[in-house]
């Protein structure tokens, strides 16, 4: 069974957090990484994260 709070997505609009979530699949968490890429947030910071390893999977604007 997928752990419900494996993957996290984090929007921060100049630099403070705005929403966040869990989800427990992958795909599912990418797909709302997608959303808040595109909701025009002004300076909208979204990161993907693996609780589990402790990883970025994504981050928009990239870095570098």
Excluded: C, I, N
């Excluded at 709302?32 to 002004?42: E, H, N, Q």
């Amino acid at each position: 069974m997928a752990d419900p709070s494996r993957y996290h997505v984090a929007l921060y609009s100049a630099g403070r957090p705005v929403q966040h979530g869990w989800w427990g699949e992958e795909s599912t968490a990418r797909g709302k990484f997608r959303d808040w890429v595109g909701a025009g947030v002004a300076g909208a910071r979204v990161l993907l994260v693996d609780e589990e390893t402790g990883g970025t999977l994504d981050e928009w604007p990239k870095e570098g």
